[in-house]
């Protein structure tokens, strides 16, 4: 059978004609969700995002961080001895509080941890120089700084490089500002307690370096008493879609 070559060139051109023609149809679509989803985070951007308010210091501010740690009982944390805990089913910890060693552990890595040196033993992990026993140490640090704050961080209050002051929230109720001016891995991030009639936190609102809208709102809810009367708030919900957990609390 003899076909023409120029029946094929045609047969060529047709088919990449048709390709490009495919192409800059899903460009377009691609362009348009695209689009969508700009315009999108755009809105959430303008609806979600909130200035960080400007609160009042002072004794007064000092008593309600007094009550907020008074309700979940700081004496009771301050005599605890060891806790541990899951931080979202991917880090696990057994925190020595008398000794202040932290046990870190997350994929196929083992960390002992002093956090106030950042030093440490790496128990178990893929180590082939020094530099990565000092990488591995860095991220168990990392990693507890944060995970720590879902723990315990209404007993931080008055931290070293913490200040407090009083925000007056829309509904007429008084919010407790902590912000650090230093310490951890990001200083200068401030947290808006949301508190209950009872000063028990019920949620915090978040300006923090490492997420881009201001005023995010987690709940701090679900508390366990801890055997020495501590209480911990286990679940920690976005917007009702996402949980920063900790299980296995003891």
């Not at 149809?25 to 689009?35: E, T």
């Not at 002093?114 to 180590?127: A, F, L, M, Y």
């Not at 501590?230 to 879609?241: E, N, T």
Request: net charge negative.
């Amino acid at each position: 059978m003899n076909i023409s070559i120029d029946k094929i060139a045609i047969k060529d051109e047709f088919i990449i004609w048709v390709y490009i023609q495919l192409m800059k149809k899903v460009l377009r679509v691609l362009g348009l969700g695209l689009l969508v989803i700009v315009l999108a985070i755009f809105t959430f951007y303008l609806v979600k995002n909130e200035k960080l308010p400007k609160g009042e210091s002072g004794e007064k501010a000092d008593a309600l961080a007094m009550q907020m740690m008074e309700s979940l009982n700081k004496a009771a944390w301050d005599e605890t001895d060891e806790v541990s805990w899951t931080f979202k089913g991917m880090h696990t910890y057994a925190w020595n509080k008398t000794e202040n060693v932290v046990n870190v552990k997350w994929d196929e890595n083992e960390v002992q941890l002093d956090p106030e040196s950042v030093s440490g033993i790496v128990v178990k992990g893929e180590i082939k120089q020094a530099e990565e026993v000092q990488a591995l140490i860095k991220t168990a640090w990392d990693y507890f700084n944060n995970d720590s704050f879902w723990l315990c961080a209404p007993f931080k209050a008055f931290d070293p490089g913490t200040e407090r002051s009083i925000v007056q929230l829309k509904d007429g109720s008084e919010g407790l500002m902590i912000t650090y001016t230093s310490g951890g891995t990001t200083p200068g991030d401030s947290y808006l307690w949301i508190l209950d009639e009872n000063h028990r936190p019920i949620a915090v609102k978040m300006w923090v370096s490492i997420l881009p809208i201001g005023g995010i709102e987690f709940t701090w809810e679900n508390y366990l008493t801890l055997e020495s009367g501590a209480m911990i708030a286990q679940d920690h919900w976005l917007f009702g879609v996402v949980n920063i957990e900790l299980t296995l609390l003891k």
